[in-house]
């Protein structure tokens, strides 16, 4: 993978889904990380998380740019990883779902634009509504 990964999450939603990941593609995954912010999270204490996300971007930054994968967006960890993307070559997708993450490991050797359309219809194809 040329373009860094980076999930941001509530709890241990981003470790869980690279767990599984890794379980079904049967890799390693070297250049993903994952920052967990905890869902009540105090103010004082958003630093801390504010430091873990820019230090993974900084670790995770290449000429080919990073991938910032978040859960909601406008919740604080989506807002802590947006806040970083200009000092960064980074783009932030909202919405992580496995369906997403899997595409995206999949297409790993696309462009950083061509990775951010890939994350978008990998989770909007994962939803699914079907009547029986």
Same mark, same amino acid.
């Given at each position: 993978?040329?373009?860094?990964?980076?999930?941001?999450?509530?709890?241990?939603?981003?470790?869980?889904?690279? $767990?599984?990941?890794?379980?079904?593609?049967? =890799?390693?995954?070297?250049?993903?990380?994952? @920052?967990? *912010?905890?869902? !009540? &999270?105090?103010?004082?204490?958003?630093?801390?998380? $504010?430091?873990?996300?820019?230090?993974?971007? =900084?670790?995770?930054?290449?000429?080919?740019? @990073?991938? *910032?994968?978040? !859960? &909601?967006?406008?919740?604080?960890?989506?807002?802590? $990883?947006?806040?970083?993307?200009?000092?960064?070559?980074?783009?932030?997708?909202?919405?992580?779902?496995?369906?997403?993450?899997?595409?995206?490991?999949?297409?790993?050797?696309?462009?950083?634009?061509?990775?951010?359309?890939?994350?978008?219809?990998?989770?909007?194809?994962?939803?699914?509504?079907?009547?029986?």
């Amino acid at each position: 993978m040329s373009v860094g990964l980076l999930l941001v999450s509530h709890n241990d939603i981003g470790a869980e889904l690279c $767990a599984t990941a890794t379980s079904i593609l049967k =890799q390693n995954m070297p250049s993903v990380r994952q @920052v967990s *912010v905890p869902s !009540d &999270v105090e103010p004082e204490i958003l630093g801390k998380y $504010a430091d873990l996300i820019r230090n993974a971007m =900084q670790d995770l930054e290449n000429d080919d740019g @990073v991938l *910032v994968l978040t !859960d &909601v967006h406008g919740a604080t960890p989506d807002n802590l $990883a947006r806040y970083f993307c200009n000092d960064f070559n980074a783009v932030v997708v909202s919405g992580i779902n496995l369906p997403m993450l899997l595409r995206v490991l999949n297409y790993a050797h696309q462009s950083i634009e061509q990775l951010c359309e890939t994350a978008v219809n990998g989770g909007k194809t994962g939803i699914r509504q079907d009547r029986e």
